[in-house]
C-alpha cells in the first residue's frame, strides 16, 4: 500500500486513544463499525498520526528512527510490516 493511498483512506476512520495505543475504526457509510476495531501499537500510532497529504516514506522514515532510536533499515522494516498489516485487513472486507 502505498503512503498516500493510506492517507486518503484515513478518512474512512475514527480513532479514540487508550493509554499508549491508537483504536482505529473503520466506517461504513456514516457508521462505527465496531466488530472491526484495530489497535495500533505505539509505532503503527506514530506513522498514523503523521500521515499527512505531503508526507513521503521518508519522512516517516526520518520521525521513526529519531523517535525510536533505531537505524533506518529497522524503520524501513517497521513502516513496511505496517502497511502490509493494513491493506491484508482493509482487503478482508
Keep these: ?19 499508549d495505543e491508537l483504536i482505529i475504526v473503520p466506517l461504513s457509510g456514516n457508521v462505527a463499525q ?17 500521515l499527512r497529504e505531503d508526507t ?7 520521525l521513526i528512527t529519531e523517535t525510536f532510536d533505531i537505524d533506518a533499515q529497522t524503520a524501513a522494516k517497521d513502516i513496511d510490516s505496517f502497511l502490509i498489516r493494513l491493506d491484508s485487513l482493509l482487503n478482508k472486507k
Excluded at 500500500?1 to 493509554?19: A, D, H, P
Excluded at 465496531?34 to 503523521?50: D, G, P
Aim: proline residues 0%; hydrophobic residues 40%.
Design 56 to 62: 513521503s516514506f521518508e519522512d516517516l522514515q526520518r
Design 1 to 19: 500500500m502505498e503512503i498516500q493511498t493510506l492517507y486518503n483512506l484515513k478518512s474512512k476512520f475514527v480513532t479514540r486513544e487508550v493509554g
Design 34 to 50: 465496531m466488530n472491526e476495531l484495530f489497535t495500533l501499537n505505539e509505532t503503527a500510532k506514530v506513522i498514523w498520526e503523521n
